[in-house]
């Protein structure tokens, strides 16, 4: 379970990093980046590390191949914890970001795992969005 503190902290940024995305605020959005980063970077390898602040980092960064490390580690950490809700989420998640840069046998992986996680989730509507980009990926 993530820290109470940490999530208020991380949940708080990604509020305001939509809002600075919104209003075209780049300085204001790179300044609250860089503070998530360094939540992220603080937390590494404590007892305060947990996959959702490296999802929200990741969710947060336009450099698509940043982006896939990012929920690489945060994979990494969600399946140290056995967090079937964050393994899919983060799968389905990286799995777009790989088709978008070509990674479709990569992206295929990420999603057989993750359909495989989301049989032990009850979000009904993550499970048909990792299920209808796997089929259109097998079907090519």
Known sequence: MIN??????VYGL???????????NTKAFELLYAELAAICTDNENTPKDHPEQWETLADFTDDLEAAV???EKALQKAVA???NDHISS???SMAILQVELGQTEAAIN???AAKISAQNIEDEE???????LLEVLLER
């Open 110 to 112: 990420n999603l057989q």
């Open 69 to 71: 490390n990012g929920y």
């Open 14 to 24: 990604s509020e305001k990093l939509m809002a600075a995305a919104q209003k075209g």
């Open 81 to 83: 914890i056995g967090s």
């Open 90 to 92: 983060i799968g389905l």
């Open 126 to 132: 993550l499970k048909a969005e990792i299920d209808e």
């Open 4 to 9: 109470t503190k940490i999530y208020k902290s």
